[in-house]
């Protein structure tokens, strides 16, 4: 059985988290052009990454993606502690997502195969690993 850790998909979201609290009210993640910003960002940060960390989130969207209406594993694919409008279409949201970062569909895998792990540790989680 293989672990996922599904923390490392907030280090997508540093792009959102640099933002002050008014911004991010104007940023609606349900219009296709914030959306946009939002992947391309994405896709910068998850370059630098390293081969563990894309493994987590890979997968871990994956997983997200085929139980997208599961409000716990949804919690960790966009942070709630980020002030926005919630996503109101998970499945598409996910898969442009998953393509923008991939360059790929998303992929089914059995998640019976995994457990998730929900720790970060004392020292914070490194995404260049």
Excluded: C
């Amino acid at each position: 059985m293989n672990s996922v850790n599904l923390n490392y998909i907030r280090g997508l979201y540093n792009f959102l988290f640099e933002k002050n609290d008014e911004e991010l009210e104007d940023f609606d993640l349900n219009l296709h052009e914030n959306q946009k910003i939002l992947f391309e960002e994405m896709a910068r940060s998850f370059e630098g990454f390293g081969p563990n960390s894309k493994r987590n989130v890979i997968i871990g969207l994956n997983l997200i993606f085929r139980s997208a209406f599961d409000e716990n594993l949804w919690r960790s694919a966009v942070p709630h502690d980020l002030p926005l409008i919630e996503v109101t279409d998970r499945r598409a949201y996910l898969e442009r997502l998953i393509f923008a970062i991939t360059n790929n569909a998303p992929m089914f895998f059995d998640e019976r195969d995994f457990y998730l792990i929900d720790e970060v540790g004392s020292h914070g989680l490194d995404f260049s690993k």
